[in-house]
């Protein structure tokens, strides 16, 4: 994300639903409270995209697998294949 997040304080209800309306649409917005950035309310979609990349960078196997020799893995759904592939490789044995 190029752009400075929104920001909102942690004061009144009608920041709050600012928020949450930011966030529906793609937004990123700091959670300011007594001037510190404390948190950040991220569209759920994007929560998940987080999880699955510390997931496969967590996963010395996977890190192997994407490595130079998979040239043709490129994009989310060819991670979540590969690691579909792996789960179902590992049941097996």
């Known amino acids: 994300m190029s752009e400075q997040p929104a920001s909102v304080s942690t004061d009144g209800l009608e920041s709050w639903n600012d928020a ?3 966030a529906e649409h ?7 409270a007594h001037g510190r950035h404390v948190a950040d309310v991220v569209p759920s979609g ?11 960078l967590s996963d ?3 890190m192997r697998d994407l490595g130079d020799d ?10 979540r294949q590969l690691l579909a ?3 179902a490789r590992e049941q097996q044995r």
């Open 20 to 22: 949450v309306r930011r």
């Open 26 to 32: 793609g937004e990123t917005v700091a959670v300011i």
């Open 46 to 56: 994007e929560l998940d995209r987080l999880r699955e990349t510390i997931e496969v």
């Open 60 to 62: 010395p196997d996977a």
């Open 70 to 79: 998979e040239p043709d893995v490129v994009g989310v759904d060819a991670i």
């Open 85 to 87: 592939d792996r789960l």
